[in-house]
């Protein structure tokens, strides 16, 4: 199925476009490869379509950058091809197994895949630091997936593997994760190597997040107690968020009680927004209660990074929508600081 991705950079500080940006050149992929031969360059692959929101934001906004065109262009060549489009086109995004939009491929002077990732990325710097990875054999998908595939399993090995697998956006990895964590101690389990398992592929429900949870303390030891608390305390957001966008709507005052007297037993370092997605919960189920949950958004507001607030707003003010006024809804959206972030929400009420 074709996805967009888009992630959102709450903190972006976009700059006036000034200056030189990316050279993209209007040659086919082989013209490339002799190309970066001569010039003893790597070549960058923009896949995009024409109907691709964020890609038309990266063409806007990140493209044009004169940082972007400082380091581009000096290491890369560098070509867009619409994946839907022209007689090449469709043929590079099957060989590449293109899926998501956009997608960045990496390859050497010879057209061998260094590296691969999908979604757009509206900073510079965050965006030049991605693509730069491809020089870090550590973490570039062409050199781990070679190892990968020559029979290397061990945990470093098989854990940056599949990061960088779900990065890409080919294929499903669940087989992948399972193999990998089901193989894995006890001990083992509790590592930074196995953290992306818990933080992504643990439901509330699972066994997995139980021995997270039921293991925290030595979590906190081996990792760190501010990632610990953090997966911990999303996955319970993550519970109150689906409420609040009309999930679980059968679920009892009862039940989120004791959801949250449950959190709060677990002693983590920051429950910030919790109350304002729990209050949230209960609006959308009873319809009761808005000023208390007016009233504890601009509590919390002031205790927020920019990009802990537009997140917050970012589900609860689209999640609401039919109950709050629109009045309520355009004083909500005002707070947000991203630009980017205030469109969709924007859009998404109304």
Known sequence: MKKVLFLIVFLCDIMTIVGQGIDFEDININQAITKAKEENKYIFIDFYTNWCGPCKLMDRDVFPLEELGTYFNSKFINLKINAEKGEEGPKLAEKYNVKAYPTFVILDKNGNMVHIFAGGILDGKKFINKVDESFNPEIAFGALKERYDSGERNKKLQSAYIQTLINTHTIKVDSFVDEFYNNLHQEEKISNE??????????????????????????????????????????????????VKGYYQDTSISELDKVRKHVESLGLSNLKTLPVFDLGARLKLTKEGKESFLQEVQNTIPNLTDREKDLMLFYIVPGLKKILTQKEKENLIALVSDDTTKGYISRSVN
């Open 194 to 243: 196995a953290l992306f398992v818990f933080e992504m592929f643990a439901p509330l429900d699972s066994d997995r997040f139980k021995f997270l949870e039921n293991n925290r303390n030595k979590f906190r030891k081996v990792v760190g107690t501010k990632k610990t608390d953090s997966i911990l305390l999303g996955k319970y957001e993550s519970y109150f968020i689906k409420i």
